[in-house]
Protein backbone atom coordinates (compact mmCIF):
# COMPACT_ATOMS: atom_id res chain seq x y z
CA UNK A 1 0.00 0.00 0.00
CA UNK A 2 1.60 3.04 -0.98
CA UNK A 3 1.57 6.14 1.16
CA UNK A 4 -0.51 9.07 -0.43
CA UNK A 5 0.73 11.97 2.24
CA UNK A 6 4.44 11.69 0.64
CA UNK A 7 5.16 13.15 -2.15
CA UNK A 8 7.40 10.55 -3.70
CA UNK A 9 11.35 11.79 -5.96
CA UNK A 10 11.81 10.66 -9.31
CA UNK A 11 12.66 6.82 -10.42
CA UNK A 12 15.93 7.40 -12.05
CA UNK A 13 18.62 9.71 -10.93
CA UNK A 14 19.47 13.07 -10.37
CA UNK A 15 22.45 15.15 -11.06
CA UNK A 16 22.55 18.95 -8.75
CA UNK A 17 22.75 21.92 -10.85
CA UNK A 18 26.32 23.64 -11.30
CA UNK A 19 26.30 27.40 -11.28
CA UNK A 20 28.60 28.75 -13.92
CA UNK A 21 31.51 30.77 -12.10
CA UNK A 22 32.11 34.53 -12.43
CA UNK A 23 35.64 34.46 -10.91
CA UNK A 24 37.96 35.39 -13.37
CA UNK A 25 35.97 36.63 -15.74
CA UNK A 26 36.27 39.96 -17.60
CA UNK A 27 33.12 41.41 -19.22
CA UNK A 28 33.36 44.69 -21.15
CA UNK A 29 30.95 47.71 -20.80
CA UNK A 30 27.61 47.35 -23.36
CA UNK A 31 28.81 49.74 -26.19
CA UNK A 32 25.97 52.17 -27.78
CA UNK A 33 25.28 50.10 -31.25
CA UNK A 34 22.68 52.69 -32.20
CA UNK A 35 22.94 56.76 -33.25
CA UNK A 36 23.15 59.41 -30.95
CA UNK A 37 19.55 60.49 -32.12
CA UNK A 38 18.05 57.15 -32.29
CA UNK A 39 15.99 55.58 -29.55
CA UNK A 40 15.40 52.03 -28.17
CA UNK A 41 12.68 50.09 -29.84
CA UNK A 42 9.53 50.82 -27.86
CA UNK A 43 6.62 48.32 -27.23
CA UNK A 44 3.33 49.52 -25.70
CA UNK A 45 -0.01 47.63 -25.03
CA UNK A 46 -2.91 49.13 -23.85
CA UNK A 47 -6.27 47.09 -22.79
CA UNK A 48 -4.24 44.66 -20.74
CA UNK A 49 -6.55 44.99 -17.13
CA UNK A 50 -9.83 44.25 -17.76
CA UNK A 51 -10.41 45.30 -13.72
CA UNK A 52 -9.30 48.87 -14.68
CA UNK A 53 -10.89 51.68 -16.45
CA UNK A 54 -7.71 52.10 -18.50
CA UNK A 55 -4.83 49.88 -18.30
CA UNK A 56 -0.91 49.83 -20.16
CA UNK A 57 2.21 47.97 -20.95
CA UNK A 58 5.56 49.56 -21.81
CA UNK A 59 8.42 47.92 -22.54
CA UNK A 60 12.34 49.05 -24.00
CA UNK A 61 14.27 46.76 -25.62
CA UNK A 62 17.60 45.71 -23.89
CA UNK A 63 20.61 48.64 -24.56
CA UNK A 64 23.25 45.39 -25.60
CA UNK A 65 23.26 44.35 -28.84
CA UNK A 66 20.73 41.49 -30.13
CA UNK A 67 22.51 38.00 -29.82
CA UNK A 68 25.42 39.18 -27.40
CA UNK A 69 26.24 36.54 -25.28
CA UNK A 70 27.31 37.53 -21.74
CA UNK A 71 30.11 35.08 -20.37
CA UNK A 72 28.96 35.08 -17.12
CA UNK A 73 24.68 34.33 -16.50
CA UNK A 74 23.84 38.16 -15.66
CA UNK A 75 23.04 40.52 -18.13
CA UNK A 76 25.32 43.00 -19.11
CA UNK A 77 22.82 46.21 -19.05
CA UNK A 78 19.09 46.72 -18.21
CA UNK A 79 15.98 47.00 -19.90
CA UNK A 80 12.69 49.02 -18.78
CA UNK A 81 9.51 47.29 -18.32
CA UNK A 82 6.29 49.03 -16.46
CA UNK A 83 2.50 48.83 -16.19
CA UNK A 84 -0.09 51.26 -15.27
CA UNK A 85 -3.62 51.19 -14.49
CA UNK A 86 -6.55 54.01 -14.22
CA UNK A 87 -9.26 53.69 -11.75
CA UNK A 88 -11.85 56.24 -12.49
CA UNK A 89 -13.21 58.74 -12.65
CA UNK A 90 -15.25 58.03 -9.51
CA UNK A 91 -17.45 60.10 -7.56
CA UNK A 92 -15.44 61.61 -4.13
CA UNK A 93 -17.02 60.21 -1.00
CA UNK A 94 -19.29 62.46 0.49
CA UNK A 95 -17.26 63.70 3.42
CA UNK A 96 -14.74 65.32 0.98
CA UNK A 97 -15.40 68.77 0.01
CA UNK A 98 -17.05 69.98 -3.31
CA UNK A 99 -14.36 70.45 -6.19
CA UNK A 100 -15.19 72.06 -9.50
CA UNK A 101 -12.29 69.72 -11.33
CA UNK A 102 -11.35 66.35 -10.85
CA UNK A 103 -8.31 65.50 -8.33
CA UNK A 104 -5.46 63.57 -10.24
CA UNK A 105 -3.43 61.09 -7.58
CA UNK A 106 -0.62 59.34 -9.00
CA UNK A 107 1.31 56.26 -7.27
CA UNK A 108 4.55 54.87 -8.60
CA UNK A 109 5.87 51.67 -6.67
CA UNK A 110 8.89 49.27 -7.99
CA UNK A 111 8.48 45.67 -7.84
CA UNK A 112 10.92 43.92 -5.22
CA UNK A 113 12.47 42.40 -7.93
CA UNK A 114 12.40 45.54 -10.20
CA UNK A 115 16.72 46.09 -9.29
CA UNK A 116 19.42 44.11 -8.73
CA UNK A 117 19.10 46.04 -5.39
CA UNK A 118 16.01 44.34 -3.82
CA UNK A 119 13.60 46.81 -3.15
CA UNK A 120 11.04 47.12 0.09
CA UNK A 121 7.28 47.18 0.20
CA UNK A 122 6.96 50.88 1.43
CA UNK A 123 6.93 53.36 -0.89
CA UNK A 124 10.83 55.50 -0.54
CA UNK A 125 11.74 58.81 -1.48
CA UNK A 126 12.51 58.44 -5.20
CA UNK A 127 9.06 56.77 -5.63
CA UNK A 128 7.61 59.74 -4.07
CA UNK A 129 9.68 61.96 -6.15
CA UNK A 130 8.51 60.35 -9.58
CA UNK A 131 4.64 60.45 -8.41
CA UNK A 132 4.89 64.30 -8.27
CA UNK A 133 7.01 64.58 -10.92
CA UNK A 134 4.46 62.65 -13.07
CA UNK A 135 1.32 64.30 -11.10
CA UNK A 136 2.88 67.61 -12.27
CA UNK A 137 3.30 66.18 -16.19
CA UNK A 138 -0.45 64.90 -16.09
CA UNK A 139 -2.03 67.95 -14.76
CA UNK A 140 -1.66 70.33 -17.49
CA UNK A 141 -3.27 67.51 -20.12
CA UNK A 142 -6.42 66.60 -18.45
CA UNK A 143 -9.99 68.63 -18.66
CA UNK A 144 -10.52 68.23 -15.14
CA UNK A 145 -13.81 70.39 -15.59
CA UNK A 146 -15.59 68.21 -17.22
CA UNK A 147 -15.57 65.71 -14.16
CA UNK A 148 -16.37 67.90 -10.87
CA UNK A 149 -16.44 66.41 -7.60
CA UNK A 150 -14.62 63.32 -9.24
CA UNK A 151 -11.11 61.42 -8.46
CA UNK A 152 -9.21 59.29 -10.78
CA UNK A 153 -6.02 56.93 -10.33
CA UNK A 154 -2.74 56.44 -11.82
CA UNK A 155 -0.61 53.26 -10.75
CA UNK A 156 2.27 52.75 -12.32
CA UNK A 157 4.65 49.54 -10.97
CA UNK A 158 8.12 49.23 -12.37
CA UNK A 159 9.05 45.66 -13.26
CA UNK A 160 12.09 46.14 -14.12
CA UNK A 161 13.59 49.56 -13.54
CA UNK A 162 17.06 51.20 -15.53
CA UNK A 163 19.97 50.73 -13.67
CA UNK A 164 21.67 53.73 -12.88
CA UNK A 165 25.29 52.41 -13.71
CA UNK A 166 27.13 49.82 -15.07
CA UNK A 167 27.17 46.26 -12.68
CA UNK A 168 31.00 46.39 -13.07
CA UNK A 169 30.81 49.82 -11.93
CA UNK A 170 29.06 49.11 -8.37
CA UNK A 171 31.42 46.10 -7.94
CA UNK A 172 34.74 47.99 -8.40
CA UNK A 173 34.40 51.48 -6.73
CA UNK A 174 36.84 51.29 -4.74
CA UNK A 175 39.04 50.39 -8.10
CA UNK A 176 37.26 52.75 -10.64
CA UNK A 177 36.86 56.42 -9.34
CA UNK A 178 34.43 58.59 -10.84
CA UNK A 179 31.81 56.22 -11.25
CA UNK A 180 28.24 57.58 -12.41
CA UNK A 181 26.18 57.05 -9.54
CA UNK A 182 24.10 60.69 -10.16
CA UNK A 183 20.53 58.58 -10.42
CA UNK A 184 20.41 58.79 -13.87
CA UNK A 185 18.38 55.51 -14.42
CA UNK A 186 15.50 57.87 -13.00
CA UNK A 187 15.39 60.18 -15.96
CA UNK A 188 14.35 57.13 -18.43
CA UNK A 189 11.87 55.92 -16.02
CA UNK A 190 10.14 59.30 -15.31
CA UNK A 191 9.94 59.45 -19.26
CA UNK A 192 8.48 55.89 -19.57
CA UNK A 193 5.78 56.65 -16.80
CA UNK A 194 4.83 59.85 -18.80
CA UNK A 195 4.50 58.19 -21.98
CA UNK A 196 2.38 54.74 -20.38
CA UNK A 197 0.24 56.94 -18.24
CA UNK A 198 -0.94 58.55 -21.42
CA UNK A 199 -1.82 55.56 -23.03
CA UNK A 200 -3.45 54.71 -19.95
CA UNK A 201 -5.77 57.25 -19.57
CA UNK A 202 -6.67 57.27 -23.40
CA UNK A 203 -7.37 53.95 -23.12
CA UNK A 204 -9.69 54.61 -20.03
CA UNK A 205 -11.57 57.41 -22.43
CA UNK A 206 -10.78 60.74 -19.55
CA UNK A 207 -11.11 63.50 -22.09
CA UNK A 208 -7.53 65.54 -22.23
CA UNK A 209 -6.11 68.63 -24.63
CA UNK A 210 -3.56 66.45 -25.97
CA UNK A 211 -1.31 63.16 -25.82
CA UNK A 212 1.37 63.64 -24.48
CA UNK A 213 4.87 61.78 -24.53
CA UNK A 214 7.81 61.71 -22.48
CA UNK A 215 11.89 62.16 -23.96
CA UNK A 216 14.69 62.41 -22.29
CA UNK A 217 18.50 63.37 -23.81
CA UNK A 218 22.11 63.77 -21.98
CA UNK A 219 25.11 65.40 -22.08
CA UNK A 220 28.08 62.55 -22.31
CA UNK A 221 31.64 62.77 -22.15
CA UNK A 222 33.42 59.93 -24.02
CA UNK A 223 37.56 59.37 -24.56
CA UNK A 224 38.33 58.35 -28.13
CA UNK A 225 40.25 55.36 -28.16
CA UNK A 226 39.68 53.53 -24.86
CA UNK A 227 38.40 50.39 -24.01
CA UNK A 228 36.87 49.48 -19.88
CA UNK A 229 36.16 46.12 -18.64
CA UNK A 230 35.53 45.20 -15.57
CA UNK A 231 37.86 46.06 -12.70
CA UNK A 232 40.36 48.09 -15.05
CA UNK A 233 38.68 51.02 -16.82
CA UNK A 234 40.46 54.21 -17.50
CA UNK A 235 40.05 57.14 -15.31
CA UNK A 236 38.22 59.84 -17.23
CA UNK A 237 38.76 63.39 -16.84
CA UNK A 238 37.97 65.93 -18.76
CA UNK A 239 41.51 67.57 -17.55
CA UNK A 240 43.49 65.16 -18.81
CA UNK A 241 42.30 63.36 -21.89
CA UNK A 242 41.06 64.71 -24.87
CA UNK A 243 37.13 63.91 -24.15
CA UNK A 244 34.14 65.10 -26.30
CA UNK A 245 30.83 66.15 -25.44
CA UNK A 246 27.75 65.18 -27.30
CA UNK A 247 23.50 65.09 -26.52
CA UNK A 248 22.22 61.18 -27.00
CA UNK A 249 18.76 60.85 -27.14
CA UNK A 250 17.14 58.22 -24.62
CA UNK A 251 20.54 57.46 -23.19
CA UNK A 252 21.33 53.99 -21.19
CA UNK A 253 23.40 54.51 -17.90
CA UNK A 254 24.97 51.26 -18.75
CA UNK A 255 26.81 52.43 -22.24
CA UNK A 256 28.07 55.36 -20.65
CA UNK A 257 30.73 56.01 -18.63
CA UNK A 258 30.44 59.86 -18.21
CA UNK A 259 27.30 61.40 -17.78
CA UNK A 260 27.39 64.70 -17.00
CA UNK A 261 23.28 65.89 -17.34
CA UNK A 262 20.28 64.88 -18.77
CA UNK A 263 16.85 66.65 -19.22
CA UNK A 264 13.55 64.59 -18.95
CA UNK A 265 10.41 66.83 -20.55
CA UNK A 266 6.79 66.53 -20.88
CA UNK A 267 5.64 67.56 -24.15
CA UNK A 268 2.11 68.06 -25.72
CA UNK A 269 3.25 68.17 -29.88
CA UNK A 270 -0.12 69.50 -31.13
CA UNK A 271 0.27 72.79 -28.36
CA UNK A 272 3.81 72.90 -28.58
CA UNK A 273 3.56 72.81 -24.70
CA UNK A 274 5.75 71.70 -22.17
CA UNK A 275 4.10 70.52 -18.64
CA UNK A 276 7.13 68.93 -17.18
CA UNK A 277 10.78 69.68 -16.77
CA UNK A 278 13.05 68.01 -14.85
CA UNK A 279 17.06 68.25 -15.12
CA UNK A 280 20.43 67.51 -13.45
CA UNK A 281 23.93 67.79 -13.97
CA UNK A 282 26.34 70.31 -14.94
CA UNK A 283 24.29 72.48 -17.48
CA UNK A 284 25.00 76.05 -18.45
CA UNK A 285 21.33 78.22 -18.18
CA UNK A 286 21.57 79.58 -21.48
CA UNK A 287 23.02 79.51 -24.65
CA UNK A 288 24.66 83.43 -24.07
CA UNK A 289 26.28 82.31 -20.69
CA UNK A 290 27.58 78.93 -21.69
CA UNK A 291 31.26 79.49 -22.32
CA UNK A 292 32.60 77.64 -25.87
CA UNK A 293 31.96 73.72 -26.27
CA UNK A 294 29.67 73.77 -23.67
CA UNK A 295 26.20 71.98 -24.27
CA UNK A 296 23.56 74.91 -23.13
CA UNK A 297 20.20 73.45 -21.27
CA UNK A 298 18.09 74.98 -24.46
CA UNK A 299 20.02 72.80 -26.85
CA UNK A 300 19.62 69.89 -24.42
CA UNK A 301 15.68 70.64 -24.38
CA UNK A 302 15.61 70.19 -27.89
CA UNK A 303 17.31 67.01 -27.62
CA UNK A 304 14.46 66.27 -25.00
CA UNK A 305 11.51 67.05 -27.17
CA UNK A 306 12.94 65.82 -30.24
CA UNK A 307 13.05 62.27 -28.27
CA UNK A 308 9.22 63.05 -27.03
CA UNK A 309 7.79 63.59 -30.48
CA UNK A 310 9.73 60.13 -31.44
CA UNK A 311 7.72 58.83 -28.81
CA UNK A 312 4.64 60.09 -29.33
CA UNK A 313 4.40 58.09 -32.88
CA UNK A 314 4.74 55.07 -31.33
CA UNK A 315 1.70 55.97 -28.51
CA UNK A 316 -0.51 57.44 -31.34
CA UNK A 317 -0.24 53.62 -33.15
CA UNK A 318 -0.98 51.70 -29.88
CA UNK A 319 -4.09 53.91 -29.36
CA UNK A 320 -5.05 53.03 -32.69
CA UNK A 321 -4.69 49.77 -32.54
CA UNK A 322 -6.57 49.67 -28.97
CA UNK A 323 -9.45 51.42 -30.75
CA UNK A 324 -9.74 49.80 -34.01
CA UNK A 325 -10.40 46.25 -31.80
CA UNK A 326 -12.90 48.24 -29.65
CA UNK A 327 -14.51 49.24 -32.51
CA UNK A 328 -14.22 45.79 -33.84
CA UNK A 329 -15.78 44.29 -30.72
CA UNK A 330 -18.80 46.38 -30.59
CA UNK A 331 -19.68 45.44 -33.95
CA UNK A 332 -19.57 41.99 -33.47
CA UNK A 333 -21.35 42.74 -30.23
CA UNK A 334 -24.00 44.48 -31.83
CA UNK A 335 -24.98 42.14 -35.07
CA UNK A 336 -24.83 39.34 -32.30
CA UNK A 337 -27.58 41.19 -30.09
CA UNK A 338 -29.33 41.65 -33.32
CA UNK A 339 -29.37 38.14 -34.76
CA UNK A 340 -30.60 37.26 -30.77
CA UNK A 341 -33.81 39.91 -31.33
CA UNK A 342 -34.19 38.65 -34.83
CA UNK A 343 -34.84 34.62 -33.48
CA UNK A 344 -37.26 35.83 -30.99
CA UNK A 345 -39.23 37.40 -33.40
Request: with cysteine.
Amino acid sequence: MTDRKRVNGPIGGTTPPVFASTMGVSEERPKRARGPNELRKIFLKTGLTPSASGSAYFELEPSSAAGARSPSLRASSSSLKLTCTVHGPRPLPRSAPFTPHILLSTHVKFAPFASRQRRGYIRDSSERDLAVHLETALRGVLIGERWPKSGVDVIITVLEGEEDCWWGDEESQGVVENVTTGGWGMMSLLSACITVASAAIADAGIDCVDLISGGVAAIICEAPNTTDHFGQGPKLDGARFGVDKQVVLDPCPSEHRNVKAACVIGYLQSRDEVTEIWAKGDIPGSSVTASPGQISLETLMDGAVEAAVAARLVLIEAIKESTEFKVQKGQADLQLEVKKITEKV
